[in-house]
């Protein structure tokens, strides 16, 4: 292995599945070269060695580069619409199908079942939960969040919250049972078909142009006829109807 960030690049995606090729190079190079001279690496090799053989610090490190930034009802006037306009729209189906993709910490999946469970019973939608992060899911799956990732949920939902004993929160067991997870790569697993309401939110901003044209293209596969796309804040498909989508709202488009 030459001691370059190309063929670090390349060693990682053969270790991991993950190609750091798609993100954003700056971006990511500028990361990569902080979390590794934070450890005292100043060297490609080296540091691909080290997290070769330390498992925990591979863990760390892929969720550093992953970017798992995420909270409960983050930019609630989006899910103020969501609520109002896309759900009466999804209501005529016989079972509602819910994609979460990238969902991180698991604050965005367990956002749309608290929002879904006061309109349906469980029986009436499904919400599939993904990420690359095997360590977030984890940390989904548990379902204990520090006080700053609740900050934003509304007073009517907070019934659904328990303050543990260290300070943290536990969401309601009735609300985790919703959710199913599950480790997916956007840049290589198959995509789930017939989904209704597919959500990725805040994750597409860092990766290249044409990854990004990519998985648009893919999510619209995986939308059935009049299923929505929701995006998050600073995202947008620019070519959305080239690709087939209709734009609904700032940050939503229907196929």
């Known amino acids: ?26 971006q990511m190079k500028r990361r990569i070269d902080s979390f590794m001279q934070g450890r005292g690496y100043h060297d490609y090799v080296k540091f691909f060695v080290f997290l070769s053989a330390n498992h925990e610090a591979l863990d760390q490190f892929i969720e550093y580069t992953t970017i798992n930034v995420s909270e409960f009802f983050r930019n ?73 990732s609740i900050a934003n949920v509304p007073k009517e939902y907070q019934q659904y919250f328990t303050k543990t004993e260290n300070g943290r929160y536990a969401i309601a067991p009735e609300i985790r049972r919703c959710v199913n997870f599950k480790k997916h790569n956007l840049f290589s697993d198959e995509y789930p078909v017939n989904v209704n309401l597919l959500v990725c939110r805040n994750v597409l901003i860092y990766f290249t142009e044409e990854k990004k044209d990519e998985i648009f293209r893919q999510y619209y596969k995986s939308l059935t006829r009049g299923g929505v796309l929701f995006l998050g804040n600073t995202e947008q498909v620019v070519n959305y109807k080239d690709i087939g989508y209709t734009r609904i709202a700032s940050f939503f488009y229907e196929k």
């Open 1 to 26: 292995m030459e001691n370059t960030y190309e063929a670090f690049k390349k060693e990682f995606n053969k270790l991991t599945g993950i190609n750091l090729s798609f993100y954003k190079e700056r």
């Open 76 to 148: 609630p006037e989006q899910w103020e619409y969501l609520e109002k306009e896309i759900i009466p729209k999804l209501s005529g189906h016989t079972k509602i199908r819910i994609w979460s993709a990238a969902c991180s910490t698991g604050d965005e999946p367990y956002t749309l079942a608290m929002l879904f469970l006061k309109y349906f019973p469980r029986t009436k939608f499904s919400i599939l939960a993904t990420d690359i992060d095997e360590k977030a899911i984890e940390t989904a799956k548990a379902g204990i969040y520090l006080k700053k």
